[in-house]
């Protein structure tokens, strides 16, 4: 296990700075992922952990020793990359026992290492057979076991998954899930899939533009936000935003935009809400799809919406319409609307926010101003 800390980390090329001043602490044990949008600078930032990339500035230390200048094969990390980068002359095992070959290691500890490996990955019996002869969900094992037989520090992954299917990269994220729970160590992983991110990671560190948005666990994340584009990012279908302005009135909390919207608020939020947003500032609401009840037929007390699209997921389904001119999303279940029948495309049915669940974000800056 590694406790990973990185300083003032910056990257630039030429006059570009790509990450500007970038400042991380992991935990021994813990599996990091650094997510975000193509562009935002989670991969260059593990490429510079990993030592394949120089970095401008800033000092990365692992238990304590800077290893800023050191060489990428004296960090004692190991890499899982996207594209696996096996050798396909080589079999399974040869594969697998490849840097313990050239350390120049005793054969019964490569062996050891290797019979193990291939248990703890389910590759038994496909140790002959060369990376041309496997599947991808069993070649992306391979590429694991490869950095397992090596007992690094620090396990990193390149977007491992994502030339899997769907139902693979499912299997696949449990299976690295389960290997870390095994292993113990701590591991850093890269990818733009806010699901991997979200079902895999002990904490997520959210990237834009090179910098932090965010650190803190899935559920920390997405139910707390930290500004809009947080909120933006993680859940599909992507948190509802609506530009407008607040009233208060009697303990009542009115929302002017779209379409005028009453907010159910506890007494302790409405005293948060007093303090921080001001009469008539300009606002960005921020409500999840799930965080919306549908209203029973003939209910004047939700704002109204017209049904474009309806997606049945099997274990829920989503209603797709417009509030105003605002596209939004709601959440339903079999048997919401009130008992009645779930709407269909072109009808308008009306929505109530539920008590509290809502965000509000600086209009300018979009941070959360309720956090």
Not at 10 to 21: A, C, D, E, L, Q
Not at 43 to 60: K, N, Q, V
Not at 101 to 125: F, P
Request: proline residues 4%; charged residues 25%; contains cysteine.
């Amino acid at each position: 296990m590694a406790h990973v800390e990185l300083q003032n980390v910056r990257k630039s090329y030429g006059n570009v700075t790509v990450i500007p001043n970038l400042d991380l602490t992991i935990s021994s044990g813990e599996f990091v992922c650094l997510v975000g949008p193509s562009g935002s600078g989670k991969s260059t930032l593990l490429r510079m952990i990993a030592g394949l990339e120089d970095i401008t500035g800033g000092t990365i230390s692992v238990d304590g020793e800077d290893i800023t200048n050191t060489d990428p094969s004296d960090r004692d990390m190991a890499m899982v990359f996207q594209t696996y980068a096996l050798y396909p002359h080589m079999t399974v095992e040869q594969n697998m026992s490849f840097a313990l070959r050239m350390r120049g290691e005793d054969r019964a500890l490569i062996d050891r290492r290797v019979a193990e490996a291939v248990s703890m990955l389910g590759l038994e019996g496909l140790q002959k057979r060369k990376p041309g002869q496997l599947s991808g969900g069993q070649r992306q094992r391979v590429a694991m076991g490869r950095c397992i037989v090596r007992n690094p520090k620090l396990f990193l992954f390149d977007e491992p998954l994502s030339n899997l299917d769907a139902k693979l990269r499912a299997q696949t994220r449990l299976e690295i899930r389960r290997l870390h729970g095994k292993l113990g160590a701590t591991s850093i992983f890269v990818t733009h899939d806010q699901v991997e991110a979200m079902t895999m990671a002990d904490r997520i560190a959210l990237l834009d533009h090179g910098r932090i948005q965010q650190v803190g666990s899935p559920k920390e994340l997405y139910l707390n936000p930290a500004n809009r584009f947080v909120a933006g990012f993680l859940g599909t279908p992507e948190m509802n935003i609506f530009r407008g302005t607040l009233s208060v009135e009697d303990g009542t909390v009115n929302f002017d935009g779209p379409e005028a919207m009453t907010l159910a608020v506890s007494p302790e939020r409405l005293a948060l809400l007093k303090e921080r947003v001001g009469a008539g500032q300009n606002v960005d609401l921020g409500i999840r799809p799930e965080h919306f009840s549908i209203l029973p037929a003939g209910n004047d007390t939700g704002a109204n919406i017209v049904v474009d699209a309806i997606e049945w997921l099997g274990h829920e389904i989503f209603v797709f319409g417009r509030l105003g001119e605002t596209e939004i999303a709601v959440r339903a279940a079999e048997g919401d609307a009130g008992g009645q029948r779930l709407p269909k495309e072109g009808d308008t049915i009306a929505i109530q926010p539920s008590q509290d669940s809502w965000h509000l974000f600086d209009a300018e800056d979009g941070r959360n101003l309720l956090n």
